[in-house]
């Protein structure tokens, strides 16, 4: 990354070899606002080749919001350094330092957010797993300690009574005892199971759950890529995930859901070691997220629904965290109702040679 770049003197060009193997976007102007050098990631960042922009206007081929068209206006009146924070351009989101010369001409050099969005992404997810498991461990205490009564006095009454109806009653209350013992023990620590499960099935048994749960059709269009293989983890896990999202959406009053698959490559996940991260889109028209609510959506006990707990979108997380994965939220493009909820998963492409069929790709059921 370029840190306080000078502009070069008039008549002498940029490094440009040099400057087209760094990640920071790099735009020398003209003082009439033209085009003089823009580097590789400039393509990327502006959308728009070089060789198009060389000597014309930048805000002729490059989409500029308006607060970088006022900066640079600025900046061709004055000689200063300006910087702007998180500006939204055609390659995603920029911070953006403009230096100007004495001529008029300035040097605009964009550093890409996306490798620092998805570092905090990272940190807000082990923050949200960690909390889960916190709560755990607080609330098992809690209740273990009246559970523990209950199991006794039941256990108590099932050798007292003599009659067999009530002390089958007794033992009854003593096995779902038991049983919220072994619930509180796996909550916010889920024990998944490692083999290979076929996505698409996985999703479309999530949507069947729930077109029986509403008694109707979900509305839910599928926009798949056929060449994503067998996925190793574990598919009932997965599936609650699904259902979990699915139902927000249900509940947020969408009439419309759309499924989308993509495989990504150097994706969200910094601390994975596979080469391909497997992306699933959940997109609806619901009623969307409450921006008060946005940046605290995975942490347990937040809700925005009257009769929610608070804990179906917080083990979502962990369990796509146990699969070395994530959740993110994003709410839908300026105009668009509702909501885009993203779960990423890393792609192990060996599970596709032993997914117990004899194949190696899977396309929609």
């Known amino acids: 990354m370029v840190r306080g770049a000078a502009l070069s003197a008039p008549g002498t060009p940029l490094p440009a070899e040099l400057l087209d193997r760094i990640d920071s976007a790099i735009v020398q102007l003209d003082r009439d606002g033209r085009v003089v050098f823009m580097n590789a990631a400039a393509e990327q960042c502006m959308a728009a080749g ?124 003593m096995r779902e005892s038991d049983r919220i013992e072994e619930l509180l023990q796996s909550f916010g620590q889920p024990r998944l199971g490692r083999e290979p499960f076929d996505l698409y099935r996985v999703l479309d048994e999530a949507i069947d759950l729930l077109d029986a749960e509403f008694g109707g059709d979900l509305g839910c269009e599928r926009d798949y890529d056929p060449s994503i293989p067998p996925i190793l983890g574990d598919g009932a896990a997965v599936r609650q995930v699904f259902l979990n999202l699915l139902r927000n959406a249900r509940e947020a009053g969408a009439t419309s859901i759309l499924l989308r698959t993509r495989i990504e490559h150097g994706g969200v996940l910094l601390q994975t070691t596979a080469a391909s991260l497997l992306r699933v889109d959940v997109m609806d028209n619901g ?79």
């Not at 083990?315 to 509702?338: D, F, T, V, W």
């Not at 492409?349 to 929609?364: L, Q």
Request: proline residues 4%; aromatic residues 2%.
């Open 50 to 173: 070089r060789d198009r922009a060389l000597g014309r206007v930048l805000g002729e081929v490059a989409f500029l919001p308006p607060e970088l068209r006022d900066a640079l206006d600025e900046a061709a009146t004055a000689d200063a350094v300006l910087r702007l924070h998180e500006i939204s351009l055609a390659g995603g989101q920029y911070d953006c330092t403009i230096k100007s010369d004495a001529d008029g001409g300035r040097l605009l050099e964009l550093h890409d957010l996306e490798w620092e969005n998805r570092r905090i992404r990272l940190q807000q997810r082990e923050l949200q797993t960690g909390l889960l498991e916190l709560l755990s461990r607080n609330l098992g205490h809690e209740i273990r300690n009246p559970l523990g009564g209950i199991r006794g006095a039941a256990q108590m009454l099932a050798a007292e009574l003599e009659s067999p109806e009530m002390s089958q009653l007794a033992r009854l209350v």
């Open 287 to 365: 009623e969307g997220v409450p921006e008060s609510l946005r940046n605290l959506l995975f942490l347990p006990m937040v809700t925005g629904k009257r009769a929610g707990t608070g804990l179906g979108l917080a083990l979502s997380q962990q369990i796509a965290a146990s699969h070395g994965g994530m959740i993110s939220y994003e709410p839908r493009a300026a105009g668009k109702r509702g909501s885009r909820f993203s779960v990423h998963l890393p792609l192990d492409r060996g599970a596709a040679a032993s997914d117990g069929n004899g194949r190696e790709e899977r396309g929609p059921a």
